[in-house]
């Protein structure tokens, strides 16, 4: 059977290469007769896994010594109350920036816990752009200020990360970590649900300058506590192992690649494809404002229902599937993670001309 191009947002394509790789070990791991699904977490064959794994995405992302790796599971949403749970100080409040689906989820989790203010939103242009920040009016006493680099359902992202001073910055990157260079000491926690852009669901990396794991409440259960993960290693109870193992295989392939700058620069073109046309286009638009566009998520509508179902239809028929936008946003929506390959982009763009051409 033939691989289609999967432009879903997530879960989401993974490279040709892995899959490769993980299939020809999945009987037999490296020569110990076993899947690595049936490794114990602590034998040694899993431990170096684990150890790899997280010594080269310290490596590609230039971690720095002073930040942990925990390698969790409950998903980026499970990190919308341990960020509150963890970061809440005496002052019990952080600034959000609203800018879709995912801050608005995690702006109602941390209202359990704390004063949430929300210092600027994009809601009034229904997200389609990153609202323009005014450090005068970010809270000199919150204990976090929380963003999400990227949105995933509206297509926008950050181009320039906010300098929140002293305050640490709390980043939800689950849909762009890895997609681009990023200097990991101007945050104070990135979080990312793995199903995005390094392996399958499951797996939530979550990255944190060691001195924000200071512990949480008594009456806090173990599992959402940092420390726990920091102290433990990971490894409090089972991690999710078979997809650290798949995110290992994924960040070899990263390496492979040339790392993130290699990387950045592949997403750019592809994205930049798919732009040109889209500002050229009689029939297909971008909803998004030009300064707030994401490499990775590019909704795009012709204003016409019918059209694009239509355009679903035929374009899923060819190869070129979950092209469908998100139930809140209608249209379509390509999501060109790292593993889309620059081929996949030019076949729906050559696509979306001749359905141009044959429905004008
Ligand atoms: C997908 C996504 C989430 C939710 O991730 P889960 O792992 O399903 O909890 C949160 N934030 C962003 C930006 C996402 O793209």
């Not at 409950?74 to 949403?77: K, Y």
């Not at 929300?118 to 994009?122: E, G, L, T």
């Not at 300058?209 to 200071?214: E, G, I, Q, V, Y």
């Given at each position: 059977m033939a691989r289609v191009y999967n432009f879903s947002a997530g879960p989401a394509v993974l490279p040709e290469e892995v899959l490769k790789k993980a299939a020809d070990e999945m009987l037999d791991y490296k020569g110990c007769g076993m899947s690595v699904m049936e490794l114990s977490h602590r034998g040694k064959e899993f431990k170096q896994i684990f150890e790899e794994t997280e010594t080269a995405l310290r490596q590609i992302m230039a971690i720095p010594q002073n930040y942990k790796v925990l390698f969790l599971q409950?998903?980026?949403?499970l990190q919308f109350a341990m960020v509150p749970l963890n970061l809440k100080?005496?002052?019990k409040k952080a600034d959000y920036v609203h800018t879709g689906q995912w801050t608005k989820k995690a702006i109602k989790e941390a209202k359990k816990y704390i004063d949430v203010n929300?210092?600027?939103?994009?809601e009034a242009n229904n997200f389609t752009s990153i609202p323009k920040l005014d450090a005068n009016t970010f809270s000199k006493d919150a204990d976090y200020f929380y963003i999400a680099t990227n949105n995933t359902i509206y297509g926008t992202a950050y181009q320039q990360i906010p300098d929140t001073g002293d305050i640490p910055l709390v980043a939800d990157m689950s849909s762009n970590i890895l997609s681009e260079l990023i200097d990991v000491s101007k945050f104070g926690i990135i979080f990312a649900g793995a199903q995005k852009n390094i392996g399958p669901a499951g797996l939530t990396i979550v990255i944190i300058?060691?001195?924000?794991?200071?512990g949480v409440a008594d009456d806090v259960a173990v599992l959402l506590d940092y420390k726990t993960h920091v102290d433990a290693g990971s490894m409090y109870n089972t991690p999710p192992c078979y997809s650290i193992y798949m995110a290992g295989l994924v960040f070899d392939w990263i390496k492979q690649k040339g790392g993130l700058k290699a990387i950045q620069k592949h997403n750019q073109e592809k994205a930049q494809l798919l732009y040109d046309y889209l500002d050229t286009s009689a029939m297909f638009s971008s909803p998004v404002e030009k300064d707030s566009r994401s490499l990775m998520n590019i909704p795009f509508v012709t204003g016409n229902d019918d059209l694009d179902a239509k355009f679903i239809k035929q374009a899923s028929e060819i190869g070129l599937k979950t092209l469908k936008g998100h139930r809140t946003v209608g249209g379509m929506r390509a999501s060109i993670y790292n593993a889309m390959p620059v081929e996949g982009v030019k076949s729906l763009v050559a696509f979306m001309k001749e359905f141009e051409k044959e429905n004008s």
């Open positions: 409950g998903g980026a949403s100080g005496k002052n929300v210092i600027a939103s994009s300058r060691d001195d924000l794991a200071k």
